[in-house]
Nanobody
Framework: QVQLVESGGGLVQAGGSLRLACTPSSRIFGRYVMGWFRQAPGKEREFVAAVGRSGQGEYYADSVKGRFTISRDNVKNMVYLQMIGLKPEDTAVYYC????????????????????WGQGTQVTVSS
């Protein structure tokens, strides 16, 4: 069983920055593709970013490309989402997720493909 704990959410003004962190409990962290998703009130959970097992290969939703950066540290057992140029439409609960996926990175954007999820951290961007 893999448990994920997110941190780093908060309230920020438009144009500001935040860094989210996710700590998986499992010692086999390096075997999982790690992703970030978000869900705004009244909307479906949507893909934000994912990173491959070795840390090589980063994938982003079009809405966050150039503003968000996902990274992982397999030694420290951490995954991060650096967010800059935040917009009010980025307001959502952000979830860290782990997937024991093999195959094309095109599968990384589907929530159903992820095996484990964190509880989420709220990000609110004021205008």
């Amino acid at each position: 069983q893999v448990q994920l704990v997110e941190s780093g959410g908060g309230l920020v003004q438009a144009g500001g920055s935040l860094r989210l962190a996710c700590t998986p409990s499992s010692r086999i962290f390096g075997r999982y593709v790690m992703g970030w998703f978000r869900q705004a009130p009244g909307k479906e959970r949507e893909f934000v970013a994912a990173v491959g097992r070795s840390g090589q290969g980063e994938y982003y939703a079009d809405s966050v490309k150039g503003r968000f950066t996902i990274s992982r540290d397999n030694v420290k057992n951490m995954v991060y989402l650096q967010m800059i140029g935040l917009k009010p439409e980025d307001t959502a609960v952000y979830y860290c997720a782990a997937a024991n996926l093999v195959g094309s990175p095109s599968t990384y954007s589907y929530p159903a493909n992820y095996n484990y999820w964190g509880q989420g951290t709220q990000v609110t961007v004021s205008s």
